[in-house]
């Protein structure tokens, strides 16, 4: 265990000891004692804290602090009551605190216990108690807040978990602080009522047991009582004042003084008409002249200083202002920020704001933080940020995906409905409006609230207007991902895998490839929907082949080939037949045959009708997979592979071309056609 958890432990042992066993009355002036220390030391912790979370802990103390004023009040109860004896600091509070006077001490006990009790706590609970109920009802919109911000490139992943974070400990910390100041307020009525108990029994002990007159008695044990309830009453009272103080704290500054002189005594002609104010009470009035002629003196003279203050403040502001003024004006126009693009915007009309509002229920700003974290984990690289923002040009339930700046696919949805799609195999029609969906192009119908239930039941996929759009941004980003990589990303990438595997990555980069290289090799992969995830299986590949070639399709091919596992996993399911279309072997060489290699790569020469007639029988083997109900994937040796790709990813922009090399031995394949020419 820590020192600490130690020291808080044995606090509050203590506590629980006094309650049940006597103790001496010089261990009892050593408690009171630290008592009073611990209350000052709560009071000026909650003068200089910074914010409220710096004491987060501040309702557990408080209940700890109140237990342990508890028990010493039932310890020095026990010794008034035994031997009339509570020791130095009781007596001397109710002798000298009270000035010895019976009535002198029950009035000051009595004032202290109205301030803490009517002021003090009343005012403290009813700060606590709307601070916690405002900042629940807050909550939603600083998420939100928070959200955009994030979406917005405003702030990273990590200070937006740091601010939710902080967000819901000031949701926690206010609420405990609802709770916690009815101990404080508890505390102080049960004072009254100790102090109370406290003189019936003590008169009842002296006359009783000690043989003493009711006189002496009531003398004797109300100036203990009342020096016992002073003693527990003043550290309660700064205790209160400190949860006062921490409630109402609106400056984060930590100079608490300076802050409240500076905004209290801060305007001279305040000052002034303060000063003139006391000459005149001083020279109209009785009242002692000396006193209010000096003091309102003083306060003219204080307003005067302040003045000179702030002119001097004023000047030097003016003159820094003028000096920043000329900079601007010398300085040549800026204009970096317009040249900036974001990688990613999703423009809405004001139609859809709801879905994107978290106080209207909208969850499409966590939606788009999945999908970040979604393509991460799917093809393992990180997706910019993706800006959203409300386009009142745009119709009211229409929106548009831009990358880089530019217009890549838009779409349209109808608030309050929910889009239907027949999967194929539904006969029964329902009524709605006719409409595609926009990622993938295919018939659909708007319906209704009313008619989803019914529409599920019969077959149909339902989604709602959130899902749709999430589902069209994903798809967008997965096709233009690949263009979305930079050098500034792979420096990233590379930089991840150094701190696991700094030897290989000091042999490949930059000795053997430099970030363009892997850039490229990167994007190949991408753009066929290939996982870089497992980096450490491409840079090991890179490095073996990057000593021989600098190819970067030849080297993606040599990359495809050792990630043979994810790629069979991805198209062709375990313990499972797949249906696919092979290539003709003439084919094969009259491709190779066509590839002219230059010094910006290589490139195909078929003839234009060659190509044509190729395309026709891909398309027509294509179609046997797709009545299958399979998809369209296309085995070729690995020579011929990325040019086929490249002949076909034009005219088809779905079909999976695979290497015999990219296959797993365990995959059971089967031929339904030919590629022929």
Avoid: C
């Avoid at 706590?121 to 009813?126: D, F, L, P, V, Y």
């Avoid at 009802?137 to 979406?151: S, T, Y």
């Avoid at 921490?246 to 003084?257: N, P």
């Avoid at 083997?621 to 070729?636: D, H, M, S, V, Y």
Wanted: proline share 4%.
């Amino acid at each position: 265990m820590k020192k600490a958890d130690i020291g808080v432990a044995l606090y509050l042992l203590g506590a629980f000891i006094m309650l049940i066993i006597p103790i001496s009355s010089v261990l009892l002036d050593v408690m009171l004692a630290l008592n009073i220390s611990i209350a000052f030391t709560i009071l000026f912790t909650t003068m200089f804290a910074k914010e409220v979370l710096d004491l987060s802990f501040f309702p557990t103390i408080l209940l700890f602090s109140t237990i342990f004023r508890i028990s010493l009040n039932v310890s020095s109860t026990r010794l008034i009551l035994t031997t009339g004896d509570p020791g130095n600091v009781v007596a001397t509070f109710g002798n000298f605190v009270g000035g010895g006077d019976l009535v002198v001490g029950i009035v000051v006990f009595i004032i202290l216990i109205i301030v803490q009790f009517v002021v003090i706590n009343k005012g403290s609970e009813r700060v606590a108690e709307v601070t916690a109920r405002f900042t629940l009802d807050a909550m939603p919109g600083k998420q939100m807040a928070i959200d955009a911000d994030l979406n917005t490139g405003a702030i990273t992943d990590a200070e937006a978990k740091v601010q939710r974070e902080k967000l819901q400990q000031e949701a926690s910390f206010f609420g405990s602080m609802d709770g916690a100041v009815k101990y404080v307020k508890g505390d102080a009525a049960a004072g009254l009522l100790i102090t109370g108990i406290n003189i019936i029994g003590g008169i009842i002990m002296g006359v009783v047991r000690q043989g003493m007159d009711i006189g002496a008695a009531m003398d004797k044990y109300t100036i203990l009582t009342i020096g016992d309830g002073l003693v527990s009453q003043i550290p309660s009272l700064l205790i209160s004042l400190s949860t006062g103080i921490l409630v109402t704290k609106g400056s984060k500054e930590a100079d608490f003084g300076s802050v409240l002189v500076n905004q209290l005594f801060g305007m001279p002609k305040v000052m002034y008409m303060v000063g003139a104010v006391l000459i005149f009470l001083g020279i109209v009035t009785p009242l002692n002249p000396i006193i209010f002629l000096a003091l309102g003196a003083v306060f003219i003279f204080g307003g005067r200083i302040m003045a000179n203050t702030i002119e001097v403040a004023n000047i030097e502001a003016e003159a820094e202002a003028g000096e920043e003024s000329a900079d601007e004006i010398r300085r040549p126009e800026n204009v970096n920020s317009l040249l900036q693009v974001d990688p990613i915007e999703l423009e809405f009309g004001y139609g859809i704001i709801p879905l994107a509002d978290v106080n209207q229920g909208g969850d499409l700003l966590d939606r788009v933080v999945m999908i970040r974290r979604q393509i991460a984990l799917e093809l393992g690289t990180v997706v910019p940020i993706i800006r959203l923002r409300d386009n009142i040009q745009l119709n009211p339930n229409q929106y548009i995906i831009k990358i880089k700046g530019i217009q890549v696919s838009e779409g349209e949805i109808l608030f309050d409905h929910y889009m239907a799609m027949n999967p194929g195999f539904v006969e029964e029609e329902i009524s709605g409006i006719p409409t595609f969906e926009p990622s993938f192009h295919l018939p659909a119908i708007w319906i209704t609230e009313n008619q989803r239930e019914r529409a599920e039941s019969v077959g149909y996929t339902v989604v709602d207007p959130p899902s749709i759009i999430a589902t069209h941004l994903t798809e967008i980003i997965r096709q233009y991902l690949a263009d979305l990589l930079t050098r500034q990303d792979i420096q990233n990438l590379v930089n991840n895998v150094k701190e696991t595997n700094p030897s290989l990555v000091e042999e490949l980069v930059p000795k053997l490839l430099g970030l363009g290289d892997i850039q490229k090799v990167l994007q190949n992969l991408l753009r066929e929907g290939i996982s870089v995830r497992d980096l450490v299986t491409i840079f090991e590949t890179l490095a073996d082949h990057a000593a021989t070639t600098r190819d970067t399709d030849i080297l993606t091919e040599y990359v495809r080939q050792s990630l043979k596992r994810a790629i069979s996993n991805k198209y062709f399911p375990m313990n499972e037949t797949t249906s696919v279309v092979t290539l003709d072997p003439n084919l094969e060489q009259e491709i190779m045959g066509s590839v002219k290699q230059t010094e910006q790569g290589a490139y195909l020469t078929l003839d234009p009708d060659k190509t044509k007639q190729i395309m026709s029988s891909v398309e027509t083997e294509i179609a046997k997979l797709e009545k299958l109900g399979k998809n369209p994937i296309i085995i070729t040796s690995p020579i011929v592979r990325m040019y086929f790709k490249r002949l076909t990813e034009d005219y088809f922009k779905d079909l999976v071309v695979v290497s015999y090399n990219e296959i797993d031995s365990n995959v059971e394949l089967q031929s339904v056609g030919m590629v022929t020419a």
